[in-house]
């Protein structure tokens, strides 16, 4: 178990988990020359999360900015993504939440694109999904709080909300969770892509095969499991530094 799959206080350790995860989920094309993962810092109304124009290919422990819940950067200098709202009221909108994605993955966006069609819980990892996968009405850039409230009111108490036309908010606990749940979300939507795509009509998880998994899936084992491959994988390719220590326990 990493450990940072709990919370840590370790900030430069959450610096390089950011940078990453960043780094991984760019490779993975989750994200692309926008959109960003954001981390609460322990015991503060603060997250931390990359400066706007810096290339997700790229990132840096270094640069990494913490901002604070009205938005203004309290530690490093630059300025903060134009959407920073969306992590800031989600985080506002949910304690149990530690860590968010914010992605313009192009699979989410073809989901809010077609009459008719939900996005559903189709692989056995995606019992995450089960409360559901609500889609936010509202296909504008979030530049302002309030639209930030409204993304926020529209994930609920769900794990994931999808943005029409626009991209996805994703919600977790830790940034190796949020990492391991946006590769399953994006397998998920593949999944259901490729049922599509054969014409045939999607079969999801039924509640009582849900609770089946459930039964016998263990979370932080399967969160240490992924962060495991991710992050050696990312370190034989270059994506992660050796010097960010990010296997150590
Ligand atoms: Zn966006």
Redesign the pocket.
């Known amino acids: 178990m990493p450990a940072s799959a709990g919370l840590t206080n370790d900030k430069a350790r959450l610096a390089a988990e950011v940078c990453a995860v960043t780094r991984i989920l760019e490779e993975m094309n989750i994200l692309q020359y ?2 960003h993962v954001a981390v609460r810092v322990p015991g503060q109304d603060a997250l931390m999360v990359q400066r706007r124009s810096d290339s997700r290919a790229e990132l840096s422990p270094d640069r990494i900015l913490t901002v604070d819940f009205d938005g203004k950067v309290i530690d490093g200098d630059g300025k903060p993504p134009s ?1 920073t709202s ?1 992590h800031i009221e989600a985080m506002r909108a949910r304690p149990d939440v530690n860590a968010t994605l ?3 993955m192009d699979l989410a966006i073809a989901f809010t694109m077609m009459e008719g069609v939900q996005m559903l819980p189709m692989r056995a990892r995606a019992t995450r999904w089960k409360s559901g996968i609500p889609t936010h009405p509202d296909p504008s ?2 530049k302002h709080p309030q639209q930030g409230r409204d993304l926020a009111a529209t994930l609920g108490p769900h794990h994931v909300a999808l ?1 029409r036309a ?2 996805l908010l994703l919600v977790a606990e830790s940034l190796p969770a949020l990492l391991s749940d946006s590769v399953h979300f994006q397998e998920n939507a593949q999944a259901q892509m490729q049922v599509l795509n054969a014409g045939a009509t999607p079969k999801p998880l039924s509640d009582a095969e849900i609770e089946t998994i459930l039964k016998l899936e263990d979370r932080p084992h399967h969160v240490a499991k992924m962060w495991n491959y991710y992050i050696r994988k990312a370190l034989v390719g270059g994506a992660v530094e050796k010097d960010w220590d990010l296997l150590a326990v």
């Open positions: 926008s959109g959407e969306i914010h992605s313009h850039h979030i943005m626009h991209g």
